[in-house]
């Protein structure tokens, strides 16, 4: 640890609010307030890059906070959103460098703005295509019923367009969000009350559902509705035909992890893109 991370302690003092000094991009010295905001303790936080602590798809946005900082001094403060690996927590950074290689980032939780943009159906949390909650909002949904102690047994389907790329190549992006939204409102359709549909990725969605059926009718479920979402979309010039994916499991414990959960969602994607699609797979959790 160099010496300027020890002039800088004071600052920590001073901050009003959580409040890292990072030195090339490891973090030296944190105040109580930011163990507090990221809810992970001192030891697992000293020490440690900034990048691990964040979601995997956030490092590029972390590191060019943290150059940018350090190379455009005549910008006061520089901020990004982001994840927290743990819990998918939404975060805020803002980015300030003291001198040389040190910065100091200040982390301010998002969670608030997030609860009431979902209140209110707003950006933060929800796609704005398709108007479905967005990849981390179902995520954060996963894994607050999956810890919770309470939770009752669910079930996961996660559908995927097979042929996006031909149709935004054939029919262009416009006709790519139609079909999103015509397949989105589908599923929707076809959920009950307490089921959460979101977008899962740029092709997919994910619905988080109340597990009161065995694997047969659970399959049932998946196979119809794979049927039902694949009937053509109409367009302004002509139709859209594809077909849909489908992978279906049950969370019936608490000792799977929402990491797990998405390994094997990713398997099964890849695995309905190597084999040309239009196939139903299930989950083993």
């Known amino acids: 640890m160099s010496a300027d991370i020890e002039r800088y302690e004071h600052v920590l003092d001073l901050a009003p609010l959580g409040c890292l000094l990072v030195e090339g991009g490891i973090i030296r010295k944190v105040n109580p307030e930011a163990v507090e905001t990221m809810g992970i303790p001192v030891d697992r936080l000293v020490g440690v890059p900034l990048v691990e602590l964040l979601v995997p798809e956030y490092e590029e946005t972390c590191n060019d906070l943290l150059e940018r900082a350090r190379t455009e001094p005549e910008l006061r403060s520089k901020r990004r959103a982001v994840r927290l690996a743990r819990g998918l927590a939404p975060m805020e950074l803002l980015a300030r460098a003291l001198r040389d290689d040190v910065v100091m980032v200040g982390v301010r939780s998002m969670a608030t703005e997030h609860y009431y943009s979902a209140q209110a159906g707003g950006a933060l949390t929800h796609d704005t295509i398709t108007g479905f909650p967005d990849h981390y909002h179902v995520l954060s949904q996963l894994h607050d019923r999956m810890a919770s102690p309470n939770g009752k047994p669910m079930a996961l389907l996660c559908l995927w367009i097979d042929e996006l790329p031909g149709i935004a190549q054939t029919h262009g992006m416009r006709a790519v969000n139609r079909v999103m939204r015509e397949t ?28 009161e059926s065995g694997p047969e009718q659970l399959a049932e479920v998946a196979e119809r509705l794979r049927s039902e979402v694949a009937f053509p979309v109409e367009l302004d010039k002509g139709l859209a035909s594809f077909t849909a994916s489908v992978v279906i499991g049950s969370i019936t414990g608490r000792q799977v992890s929402i990491e797990r959960v998405l390994a094997l969602l990713e398997a099964a994607a890849n695995r309905a893109a190597n084999s040309g699609g239009n196939r139903t797979d299930f989950l083993t959790l």
Request: aromatic residues 8%; charged residues 25%; proline residues 4%.
């Open 184 to 211: 989105g409102q589908r599923i929707q359709d076809r959920l009950r009350a307490p089921d959460l549909l979101g977008r899962f990725d740029q092709t997919g969605f994910l619905a988080l559902m109340s597990n």
